[in-house]
């Protein structure tokens, strides 16, 4: 099914110009023209001229022969002898480039009004490290030969699974040259697969590929006809993990080949919860038992609380077969809860979450999904399900479809669907719980369904949570089953519950938009229908479930969207100013000095303070949970809950969500805390501020906000850690130390930053964090003697407090002591474990999705290995002993109020050696380790968040018996 030509044009004259939006960037751009021989010089006449009419930039023909003939633009050219040894001299191109992005455009097809501002508009929102940029994709269109565009593609997300099966990008894809060159340009072996080739090998050396939700391109209407799949078949080969190459199978179709993947030597567990209705389980045993190819598997049936007789009687015959398993789950139902139980009794290296109404249509079913889920990087697994009528339940999950996720093309026949979603596999956000494959590793390693869920809901959840660790999801259309689900579920009432963690763990897909599902394309039809700036049907949920305003948009300008929903799934969301360019932006008069040191020396002799009202600088955010940000809003929410304060929250910078999300974001993290949220768009409206009794920066740049700022009593300067270390001996070290000399008082998150902070301003006190111990706990999961070693460091490359090489370094020279008796894992920081040298070493579970996992990954650690070259010893030590975990880290003075060498920690001097000896040393000592292990213990038992917040609620109210006792 294609989208109707009169809707198309609909589109393109009310929805397309209001996309188009000219912009200035410092990137360069070149465009290559591909003429090949025979082809007529009037249609490469169009491709130019469709260039002269964009921004600036540089062309270069590539043609059989020399181009002749009067045309109106300088160009360079090349004349190919053998164009179809076209990727070495595309190769030879691209080494002399000096563009940062360059378009590959076949003769004919012309580049869409618009489409260079477009992408400048692109990579001035883009946030991430252009750098690490490979590719950037379009959607495009036909140009027919009557000049009326036709056939629009509009594409999803980067798709690697999609794109190996299907060429659903074409040309229509700007490349980073500097990157092309680094994964070694374009194979020689391709003469019409390269660019398909090329983009694979991106993806597969981690660079970014982006995706425009804009017609870019405009297709030469050809009707080209590939019959030779050779060169398919040999990407696919080259592209695919596999130690045993020989396992890979190629299934070759008229309209393309496939992969299949051999996984017949793995075990797989078939999960099927049920209460009675045994008319649906005995349908989806015969049809298993019936048709699966598949012969290495176990059925778990996992009865819950089934009372009929016809039932026991069912499972008294059913469970003398040699793969059946029946297990009890007594408690109410939860659909979390009994497969995460039943996950548990399983022994199969892949899970199969299976309902007990549906019915096996494909024999291969089961090897389909083994096969995909073993692959490296899957996640869920799922297929193509039908009602019973024949028309589709599920080929994927939308996140925000017709509400908060749903089914595109649900009720529709396979005839009105395009035969992209029915023919090749393809990479989604979420699957259907009702039939899901996953890892029994991957599945234990994320903490499995989250069990807050009842009934709906966790089953996207947890495809979310897997996504956002850096697995991809597919939907594989060889699996096919019957999903009776309309006559088991119709009368089934969504629970608010569900509704209410649907619309936390959603974000923030529901409102930038699902990265598979192409913005132009509706998300409230049921069929492949464009959108026209129809309002999003989650929207009710938040005002009846969240009490929002549903009706005010989420974001000003579709266009921003269309930027915004990829941008946030890129590394790097915070924009970093060119180097020293802070030298500029934070400057500040010495008459706003002045002023500032009038207002503190009267603040200094006043008497304690009525806090009614507090204002906060804080940078845009996405996350709240990062510890110190965390702790800021525990304080303010603490003044909320004592005095009644009323908190105004100034974001400034460049925004990550929209205010109404952050909202929603506080009020779900704080729900007791009185705040209104304020943007602050210019230094200029500083004086617009309102009125405040304390005000408080919370980072080095919000300082040079506060010393502006003198609608208050006081000014406090919130200290988390010195963040003068944070930088080299520089223009911008100054700049961050010259802050502690505006004279604010500082509220030190502990005793070492507050004397890093007094060496410059004496008005300071601290307060010492406290530890959240009904989530780290020492209860160790039990582990027999076989199990290795478990070393967790905290790696963080880009924070070079962290000492990342260090920890890195010293690891591998454990790993080579103690060999397979110890595993390695790293937490907290995304990074690639084959470019860093550490494949089979160490383990990188980046950034985990809860305070629970990280707290459950701590306490079944035998040691944990930490650095902090400033005076914070962060939170990880304190969470490591709170855990029961044994404690490394290095000898730093700022820290001596807290550790004791071989008491409650293990200092170590930073060098590899000298760490790697005391891991090693804390290891094989079990004396040792249970003494430290006790002393850490000892140490956090005082530590609570109670007594820290009230610590910090008195320091702002009388600020100056807090001096005065420090002095």
């Known amino acids: 099914m294609k989208i109707q030509t009169e809707e198309y044009h609909r589109f393109i004259t009310e929805i397309e110009p209001s996309k188009v939006c000219r912009t200035d960037t410092d990137a360069s751009f070149r465009v290559i023209i591909l003429k090949p021989p025979g082809l007529k010089d009037d249609v490469l006449y169009h491709s130019l001229v469709s260039v002269d009419n964009s921004l600036n930039v540089s062309v270069t023909i590539v043609s059989g022969k020399e181009v002749r003939g009067k045309i109106h633009r300088h160009f360079d050219q090349t004349v190919c002898e053998n164009f179809s040894g076209i990727a070495n001299q595309l190769n030879y191109l691209f080494g002399r480039i000096e563009e940062d992005f360059v378009l590959l455009l076949p003769a004919g097809d012309r580049l869409a009004a618009g489409a260079l501002s477009r992408f400048a508009m692109f990579l001035d929102f883009f946030h991430g490290d252009r750098a690490n940029l490979g590719a950037v994709v379009m959607d495009d269109d036909e140009m027919a030969d009557n000049g009326q565009r036709i056939n629009p593609r509009f594409k999803p997300g980067f798709s690697p699974d999609y794109l190996l099966e299907y060429d659903y990008i074409g040309h229509s894809v700007w490349l980073n040259p500097k990157n092309v060159l680094k994964i070694g340009g374009f194979d020689n072996g391709y003469s019409y697969e390269f660019l398909r080739n090329l983009l694979l090998r991106m993806w597969k050396r981690d660079y970014i590929i982006e995706k425009i939700d804009y017609i870019g391109l405009h297709r030469r209407n050809v009707q080209a006809i590939q019959n030779d799949h050779s060169e398919h078949i040999h990407c696919i080969r080259n592209i695919l993990e596999c130690k045993n190459k020989s396992r890979i199978h190629i299934d070759e179709r008229k309209y393309g080949p496939r992969a299949r993947y051999d996984a017949s030597d793995v075990f797989v567990s078939i999960i099927i919860p049920f209460r009675d209705k045994i008319d649906y389980l005995k349908t989806c045993l015969e049809s298993i038992e019936r048709l699966t190819s ?259 948009p989420v974001f000003s300008k579709k266009c921003v969207i269309d930027f915004m929903r990829r941008v946030v799934f890129s590394t790097g969301l915070l924009k970093r100013f060119p180097p020293d360019e802070e030298v500029v932006v934070y400057d500040v008069h010495p008459d706003t000095i002045a002023l500032n040191h009038q207002l503190m020396q009267r603040f200094s002799e006043a008497s304690a303070i009525e806090l009614c009202r507090a204002l906060w600088f804080i940078p845009y955010f996405d996350y709240i949970y990062r510890g110190g940000l965390y702790t800021i809003f525990r304080s303010a929410q603490y003044f909320s809950e004592k005095d009644g304060t009323r908190n105004f929250i100034v974001l400034y910078g460049r925004p990550r969500k929209t205010l109404r999300e952050l909202h929603t974001i506080i009020v779900r993290a704080f729900p007791k805390l009185l705040f209104e949220l304020i943007h602050l768009d210019s230094l200029t409206n500083i004086d617009r501020l309102p009125e405040s009794d304390a005000a408080f920066c919370t980072y080095w740049t919000s300082a040079y906000h506060l010393v502006r700022y003198n609608l208050c009593r006081g000014k406090f300067y919130f200290v988390q850690d010195f963040e003068p270390g944070f930088y080299p001996a520089g223009s911008v070290y100054g700049l961050v130390e010259q802050t502690y000399r505006f004279g604010f008082f500082g509220i030190a998150n502990t005793p070492g930053v507050a004397e890093a902070y007094g060496r410059i301003n004496p008005w300071v006190d601290y307060f010492i964090p406290g530890v959240d111990k009904e989530i780290f706990l020492p209860l160790r999961e039990k582990r027999n003697g076989d199990n290795p070693y478990r070393l967790i460091f905290y790696g963080r490359p880009h924070n070079p407090r962290n000492g990342f090489r260090l920890c890195i370094e010293s690891c591998r020279l454990v790993k080579r002591h103690f060999s397979n008796r110890i595993e390695i894992i790293s937490v907290g920081g995304e990074y690639s474990v084959k470019e860093s040298g550490l494949k089979g070493i160490v383990e990188n579970y980046g950034t985990l999705s809860s305070l629970e996992a990280v707290a459950s990954l701590y306490r079944n650690s035998d040691v944990g290995l930490v650095f902090m070259f400033t005076p914070h010893p962060s939170y990880q030590p304190f969470e490591y002993m709170a855990s029961g975990c044994a404690t490394v880290t290095n000898f730093n003075a700022g820290n001596k109020w807290l550790f004791r060498n071989n008491e409650n920690v293990i200092l170590t001097e930073p060098t590899v050696t000298c760490v790697a000896s005391r891991i090693i040393e804390v290891l094989e000592n079990t004396e040792l380790r249970r003494k430290v292990i006790q002393g850490g213990l000892t140490t956090v038992a005082p530590l609570n968040w109670s007594d820290a917040l009230e610590k910090i609620y008195s320091i702002v109210k009388n600020p100056i018996k807090s001096r005065k006792g420090r002095l």
């Open 294 to 552: 598949f012969s290495n598997y176990e059925i778990l049936l996992v009865n819950n609380r089934s009372a009929e007789a016809e039932t026991q009687q069912y499972l008294k015959k059913v469970e003398a077969r040699p793969n059946v398993k029946i297990i009890d789950f007594d408690q109410p139902f939860n659909y979390s809860k009994v497969n995460n139980f039943a996950a548990l009794h399983a022994g199969g290296d892949i899970l199969i979450f299976l309902n007990n109404d549906t019915e096996i249509i494909s024999p291969r079913w089961l090897d389909e999904l083994s096969g995909d889920a073993v692959q490296p990087g899957v996640g869920a697994v799922s297929g193509l399900l039908y009602y019973h009528d024949g028309t589709f339940q599920h080929l994927g999950v939308v996140i925000g479809f017709n509400g908060l996720a749903g089914h595109p093309f649900a009720g529709e026949m396979e005839s009105s669907v395009p035969r992209t979603h029915t023919r090749f596999r393809r990479n989604v956000s979420a699957v259907t719980g009702a039939c899901m494959a996953i890892k029994r590793s991957t599945f234990k390693k994320i903490g499995g369904f989250c069990e807050e869920f009842e009934i709906t809901g966790s089953d996207v959840e947890i495809c979310l949570r897997l996504m956002k660790s850096g697995y991809r999801n597919i939907v594989n259309p060889e699996v096919r089953l019957y999903h009776h689900e309309k006559t088991t579920r119709n009368k089934i009432r969504v629970r608010d519950v569900d509704i209410r963690l649907s619309l936390k763990h959603y974000q923030p897909f529901l409102d930038i938009g699902d990265p598979f599902h192409n913005t132009n394309v509706s998300r409230n039809a049921p069929a492949l229908k464009l959108n026209f700036n129809e309002e999003p049907k989650y929207l009710k949920y938040r005002e009846t479930h969240l009490k929002q305003d549903a009706k005010s």
